[in-house]
């Protein structure tokens, strides 16, 4: 019931397509759904993020899908440039916890010029 | 401003021997985690701290110590390295949403 399962595993897209990328969750006791992104030899980012309350937030290219019924959110990313290819985690959280937050496996993004 | 950061960068161990991984955060956090990323296995968490002078056991601690120096300092102890604990390693603390270093890469042979 932690897990958050995430795909796919790597994905490859011409510039200016629009990878999306999924997550999926079981724990209901989730409310805040982060996207970080990674660099080859850089720790992770936090890229975007949202809560339950709302089925989508938009930050530049970078949006997020959320549908609470089928307990599921994806990233979507328009426009997308080379500067984009990175590895994406989706991960859940509980706010009041203490331990918080489960990350999903990743998917490592190439887009082509 | 640092942020977060980890020493070393890079670290070639030898099975058995020993090494203490250093995090330090300038954000005044309360929550220190530290996590390992292996390929196709995304983040797991080996420990937490919730605040100074507590911590807890994350997905797998095996292998591992920790100390909570102070507020902000939290290290990893790898008392008797295994090649199962070839990895890269990141610290990260949580100010509403989490600040990773830069990461440690790991060899055990």
């Known amino acids: 019931q932690q897990q958050v399962k995430q795909s796919p595993q790597s994905l490859i897209v011409q510039k200016g397509g629009i990878p999306i990328i999924n997550c999926a969750y079981e724990?209901?006791?989730?409310?805040?759904f982060p996207w970080y992104q990674q660099f080859p030899g850089k720790g992770p980012a936090l890229l975007i993020a949202?809560?339950?309350?709302?089925s989508e937030k938009k930050e530049g290219r970078f949006t997020i899908s959320f549908n609470k019924s089928a307990k599921q959110f994806s990233l979507h990313i328009m426009d997308s440039q080379p500067g984009d290819s990175a590895t994406y985690f989706c991960?859940?959280?509980?706010?009041?916890?203490?331990?918080?937050?489960?990350f999903g496996t990743g998917t490592r993004l190439k887009v082509l010029a | 401003n640092a942020g977060v950061t980890q020493t070393p960068k890079f670290q070639v161990l030898k099975t058995g021997q020993s090494m203490t991984l250093q995090c330090a955060q300038d954000?005044?956090?309360?929550?220190m985690y530290w996590y390992r990323q292996d390929p196709g296995m995304g983040l797991r968490l080996i420990y937490y701290?919730?605040?100074?002078?507590?911590?807890d056991k994350g997905e797998v601690p095996n292998g591992y110590n920790v100390s909570r120096l102070n507020k902000r300092e939290f290290s990893l102890r790898l008392e008797s390295a295994a090649p199962s604990q070839t990895s890269v390693y990141f610290c990260?603390?949580?100010?509403?949403?989490?600040?990773f270093g830069s990461g440690t890469q790991l060899s055990v042979l």
């Open positions: 991960a859940a959280s509980i706010t009041s916890g203490t331990y918080k937050y489960i």
């Open positions: 724990n209901t006791a989730f409310d805040y």
């Open positions: 949202i809560r339950p309350d709302v």
């Open positions: 954000m005044n956090h309360n929550s």
């Open positions: 701290s919730a605040s100074e002078g507590t911590t």
């Open positions: 990260a603390s949580d100010g509403g949403k989490l600040f």
